[in-house]
């Protein structure tokens, strides 16, 4: 697996859509650091994993699945992302079948 951190500036039209700004899911995690609520302009921190994919050479290739993966799971208008780092957090254990 792949893990991916940074933020993001995203704007909010309708208070509505606040509450899509907290998610904690076992492949993503978004949380706000800074908000102006009278402008609707927020900050938000996030974490991401990606499968591992033998096709790519580096990590930096990883990059293209960070705006998408926000853009489907927030559904805010993003103005912008900027990665932190990226990186390598090794293979998932194999469950037990008790698990599953």
């Known amino acids: 697996m792949i893990g991916v951190v940074g933020t993001a500036h995203v704007k ?3 208070d509505n859509e606040l509450n899509k700004l907290h998610i904690d899911q076992e492949n993503l995690k978004v949380n706000i650091l800074k908000s102006d609520e009278k402008s609707g302009n927020y900050v938000i921190k996030f974490f991401i994993t990606i499968p ?3 096709d790519y050479k580096c990590l930096n ?7 998408p993966t ?8 993003i103005i912008s992302t900027q990665i932190i780092e990226i990186v390598e957090l090794g293979i998932q254990p194999i469950k037990h079948i008790s698990q599953l």
């Open 61 to 67: 290739d990883y990059k293209s699945f960070v705006h």
């Open 52 to 54: 591992y994919n033998s």
């Open 12 to 14: 909010i039209f309708d």
């Open 70 to 77: 926000l853009k489907q799971h927030i559904r805010v208008f």
